[in-house]
């Protein structure tokens, strides 16, 4: 069976349910009843955290599973989905008490990384070992079906997908290129070669503009997200690991690694407008910044420090380092509810 370009991923697209509690129980018990909170994976501690953005105080934390690194919260706030890098599933936890719900094996090699839970219910994550992304389709409804699409590019990293779920792309580390997928029809996937070393993905809320951070030579491009030709080229800071697009879209912020700072580009005119200093290039190594992330509006930024097992809260407006949250050992990838 065949959809959209990918195959019915066989025996590994089952999913196993792991004593988990029939849907219709926990309705209603989601984000609406939760203060702001901050979801961490933790890759070298194997844990999936949660803190409570009003106190600052980590409230729980809790087993995942091997080397988690991305996360993704589901529309209703309910639940969120962790990709197991070090392993071959995605699995989700409840966000209310993190217990682990379901197990959505990808196959041999998986190697999930990025993910995506999209608003109208399905997830998408990358498969960095198999050169490729899945569509999961319906998850939480017993009846998951899971879907393949081969980039047929090395290390598949990262991704992002169109509003109306017409298209993915992906970051691919391995090949230095950035990849379209068709995920109606049966194209071909279209890749080009972006900078060295492209990882850091996003596109512009009004999905005209694709952000891509090349971590190798230090840049940022703007591409449009059909053709994949390269509008802009932006420098940046050093080691850009990570792009993020502010929710109002006018910036955005590239995480320098090196520098352990901020690079702030003006979406319209594509320049660096300003620079926050997270912490000093002596620290960097000692932090070791990745995954950055917004607050819904546009106030904050936070950034995980894997290597100090903080995440800092960055204050847009002033650039300040408002706190530093502790989280659990290797803290990367990160979602935010409401």
Partial sequence: MRRGGGSLAGAAALVALAACAPVAEVEGAGAAAMPPTLFVAAKRGNTLSKVDLATGEEVLRL????????????PDGQHVALACYGGTSVDVFRTDTLERVMSINL?????????????????YATAEGRRSIFQIVGPLTGATVTFEFATGQQGSHMLAVSPDERTAWTTDLGSRTVTRIDLRTRRAPLSVTVGEEPEGIALSPDGKTLWVSARGSNQAFALDPQTMEVRETVATGRFPLRIAVRPQGDVAVTSDLQDGSLSVIDT??????????????????????????????????????????TVAEVDYASG????????????DGMAILP
């Fill in 320 to 331: 300040k380092v408002l706190r530093r949250l502790k989280v659990g050992e290797g803290g």
């Fill in 107 to 123: 196959g041999d090699n998986a190697r999930p990384h990025g993910i995506v839970w999209h608003e109208n219910g399905n997830i």
């Fill in 63 to 74: 087993p995942s599973c091997t080397n988690p690194h991305e996360l993704a919260t589901s």
């Fill in 268 to 309: 319209a005119t594509a320049k660096v407008i300003r620079t926050i200093p997270v912490s000093s290039p002596a620290e960097a190594q000692q932090r070791f910044q990745v995954t950055i992330l917004w607050s819904d509006d546009g106030s904050k930024v936070y950034v995980a420090e894997t290597a100090s097992d």
